[in-house]
């Protein structure tokens, strides 16, 4: 039979137990005290009589000693402060799996609060996606309706804009018409001037006895049927107008006016239009004079007008818009470019000649860039100046080109020319051909009339005939011409030739004009 339980442990050696560094265990102070309750288990207390209340009170303060209880529980805690450590904690717990627990919780949590936030997320940026969408469409219908709305303002504007150009030409027309007829109105008037003034004048009878006695010119009271004095300039003699029958007494009168005496001048009554305007011929250089003749006004150019540098001013303010000149000297040679006014044009870039025998420019018309050439040529064979425009037009990339001028080269011999009897300037023409070869450019009024003979040069002693005017233009403008004439010229011996074409703006066909080439 085995031994007793409290006689085994009681057998035990009591030893401290420790830890690794020499301090004592929990276990080590567990064990006596566990020790003891298991003998007691073997051996139960006597049982005592019951006491009372004062027997308690009375061993209670006999027996307690309390600085002992209090040094041993101070000694106690120390103990106890050395005893418990981390390290045991950590033979409990172990740190790892407290750490995965952790980071398990943490990132369920942070999984749950991402979904949360990325849902609500989702649904505002909805939200709030769907709201930028309405209002897009709804700026994309107002944008719409705007552009619709700018169409119709743009088309109205282009209206009234031919509306007033329109109105502008009629003013013009009207203007003229004024003018017309008011001098018409004063064809048989005859101004006076220093027509001696006296108090209860009878002009009628003045004038019919000077006409009569100083211009010889017969007369009759009747044929005056009206004569006044005007308001003239203060402190001189007031002018007379006399208005005669018909235009024949009037050229008689007029025809002898030299005869006059005393100072005294006649002269036909002009309107201030007409006053103005034969002001401005008599100050234009390339008019010898200018006068006025039975309500009309006449003026008489200078045999031969070249271009310079001194003239070139006096041509762009008459012309009134830009024009572009190349000058050689004032006996030879000379071109230029004048663009009519409220023409939609930008000059990008040019290329003048020093010797006034071409201007290249890189331009653009209502939108679209052409190369534009306008070429004098040499009498003689001279190809170096077709490979110099060759080269010039080389430089720009425009698909578009149109050349014109007096080439002083003709295409065909047997087609363009009359009672020519050599085949001149061989080396040139090649050189023409092979820039019209090069940038496929065509001929566009020989495109159109094939068979015809028609000239732009002519001498009349020997008749002689050439067309040596023309222009070269590339497909894309050909497909947009509206005509190509030659057209008679002034004052020189080539005539005129004209090119119109359209372009198209905005789905819209805008006349470009005329392009004329005269020499």
């Known amino acids: 039979m085995p031994p007793p339980l409290a006689n085994k442990i009681n057998t035990k050696d009591n030893k401290e137990i ?101 849902e609500e997320f989702n649904t505002k940026l909805r939200e709030r996606t769907g709201k930028l969408k309405d209002e897009i469409d709804a700026l994309n219908i107002d944008n719409e309706n705007f552009k619709e709305r700018l169409r119709t303002k743009d088309r109205q504007i282009e209206e009234l804009q031919e509306k007033v150009a329109d109105c502008n030409h009629r003013s013009i027309d009207a203007l003229k018409s004024a003018n017309y007829n008011e001098q018409y109105s004063r064809k048989h008037n005859i101004r006076m001037v220093n027509f001696p003034e006296k108090r209860n004048e009878n002009l ?13 010119v017969e007369i009759e009271p009747s044929d005056v049927i009206a004569i006044h004095r005007i308001p003239g300039k203060e402190g001189n003699i007031k002018p007379v107008i006399a208005k005669v029958r018909n235009t024949e007494i009037k050229i008689k009168i007029m025809r002898n006016k030299k005869g006059l005496k005393n100072d005294i001048k006649f002269h036909d009554d002009i309107t201030q239009r007409n006053l103005g305007l034969l002001a401005r011929l008599n100050t234009n250089v390339m008019l010898n004079n200018a006068w ?70 890189d331009l653009s018309l209502y939108e ?19 490979s110099d425009i060759l080269h010039n037009i080389s430089c720009y990339t425009n698909t578009s080109i149109l050349m014109c001028g007096d080439w002083n080269v003709v295409q065909d011999f047997h087609m363009d020319t009359y009672n020519i009897l050599h085949n001149r300037n061989l080396n ?46 590339s497909e894309d403008l050909f497909s947009l011409m509206k005509n190509a004439k030659i057209i008679p010229g002034y004052k020189t011996d080539h005539s005129a030739i004209v090119f119109t074409f359209s372009a198209s703006l905005d789905k819209r066909v805008r006349d470009i004009g005329s392009l004329i080439h005269s020499c």
């Open 18 to 118: 420790k830890n690794k560094d020499g301090n004592k265990t929990v276990q080590s102070l567990l064990a006596p005290k566990k020790d003891q309750q298991i003998a007691n288990q073997g051996n139960p207390p006597p049982k005592r009589d019951k006491r009372t209340f004062s027997d308690v009170s009375e061993e209670s303060l006999e027996g307690i000693d309390l600085m002992s209880i209090h040094s041993d529980l101070k000694d106690k805690k120390k103990s106890l402060q050395d005893t418990v450590k981390k390290s045991d904690l950590d033979n409990l717990v172990k740190q790892k799996d407290l750490k995965d627990l952790v980071t398990t919780i943490v990132s369920k949590l942070l999984s749950t609060l991402k979904e949360s936030i990325t």
């Open 204 to 216: 009628r009878d003045v004038f019919v006895k000077m006409v009569k006695k100083d211009l010889n």
């Open 292 to 361: 006025f003749y039975n309500c009309s006004v006449y003026g008489k150019l200078k045999d031969k007008t070249h271009s310079n540098e001194d003239i070139e001013k006096l041509w762009q303010d008459e012309w009134g818009n830009t024009c572009i000149f190349s000058h050689c000297n004032n006996k030879s040679a000379g071109v230029s470019v004048m663009f009519n006014k409220g023409l939609d044009f930008k000059i990008h870039d040019s290329k003048i000649d020093q010797k006034g025998r071409f201007i290249v420019l």
């Open 368 to 386: 679209q860039r052409l190369t534009f050439v306008t070429v004098y040529g040499f009498n003689t064979d001279e190809p170096s100046l077709f």
């Open 428 to 473: 040139s023409r090649n050189k023409i051909e092979e820039i019209s070869q090069t940038f496929e450019l065509l001929d566009p009024w020989r495109t159109c009339h094939p068979d015809d003979k028609k000239f732009t040069w002519r001498q009349t002693s020997p008749i002689k005939q050439s067309r040596l005017d023309y222009f070269l233009v």
